[in-house]
């Protein structure tokens, strides 16, 4: 479904004039790490979710939501302002864009070292500059909770 | 989404993330991608698949023992059912009163939430959750604030301090949310896009949203002309109307 060539002719357009008006970063960063055993891992999901009750996400918004692992399931909501992807799947089973529970089942298999108690969402709409000095600060935190494996997840 | 990775591991924090369009992840080339063939808004394939959730997530997990990058890699299986035929869909509400002139329409999309209730009702116990609920109205109340447009009386905001916009645009999506939630526990098991033809088609909700659209779009207040624009009606739903609407200008 994602597959451009397999989208008309007017969508696959609109995917491939967004990647023209990419900026450019340069050369990509590659930080090494332990086996994954020992890694602790989060989510950073750009889809827009928050808990219920915190701030929504807004046209424009280029910050992040704090989602905690305890949130239960019943209490997130998905705020993103585009209505060009489906939501029936996150309605039906978080799981398929914020992929905790999975997640937690390999904490509980050893196959990584540790789920953190910290999980974070942006809203992928927003103009992507905007995100860096919001992900700036988010990746100091994450250092603070020993985060050396960060799962992102857009929509 | 692969801006974050640049962002994140230029402060020291590896990352992997999943790309959905595989041609804009391989412009940025973040460190570590997966690329998968799923549908946008389903990054981990399908709902209620937690072996198939499980594969995606161990194959990204996996790029973080790659020892060099970027890596752009691509996941091999399809989803498990997601994009199911979308002929035979009956849906057991009729919406016979939705093809109504204007005037009408606010009353029955009002029918239509009402008609839905008993089936948003069962999904919402059968899933013990519910994603409606970001406008801080009951759906009701969210629908008569949208239909309030249509009325030539708009509604201020419920909430003090939003802008007419973002308050029109969020009982819009509770309005659009409930409908879906309501169809999935229908019987049939909808695929996605027959859920997505249903709404935008057959129920008064979405004619309401369309006429929304048009005085968004002629409306002097910013807050409103995004609406109008994008965050609305799908691009797909535009289209298709565009394309319609050529047809019939052909002699």
Known sequence: MARLTDLPEWERQHHLDKIRDLPDFGRTPFVSGPPLSRRRVAIVTTSGLHVHGD?????????????????????????HISVNFDRSGFQEDINVVFPLDRLRELEANGAVGSVSAFHYSFMGAAPIRN????????????????????????? | MGALGHYLEREGVPTAQISLIREQTAAIRPPRALWVPFMLGRPFGAPNEPDFQRRVLRALLSLFERVSGPVLEDFPED???????????????????????????????RREIAQLAPWYDLAVRRRGRTTVGISGMKVEDAASHAASYLDGAPRPPAIPGLSAGVALKRACDD???????????????????????????????????????????KSSDESLQPLGKLSLVPRAVSHGLAEARQEQRKP
């Open chain 1, 131 to 155: 995100l860096e000095p919001k992900a700036r600060e988010l990746a100091a935190l994450l250092k603070k909770d020993r985060v050396d494996a960060v799962l992102l997840t857009p929509v």
């Open chain 2, 79 to 109: 989803a498990p059912a997601a994009d199911a035929p979308v002929g035979g869909f009956a849906c057991p509400v009729s919406f016979a009163a939705a093809s109504v002139k204007q005037g009408d329409l606010v009353e029955a999309m």
């Open chain 1, 55 to 79: 701030r929504p996400f807004e046209m424009g918004s280029a910050d992040y939501r704090v989602i905690p692992g305890d949130a239960p399931a019943g209490r997130l909501r998905m705020s």
């Open chain 2, 175 to 217: 309005v659009k949310a409930f409908h879906y939630e309501a169809a999935a526990a229908q019987p049939g098991n909808l695929s996605p896009k027959a859920i997505d033809n249903w709404f935008w088609r057959e129920t008064a909700a979405a004619k309401v949203f369309l006429a929304i659209q048009q005085i968004c779009l």
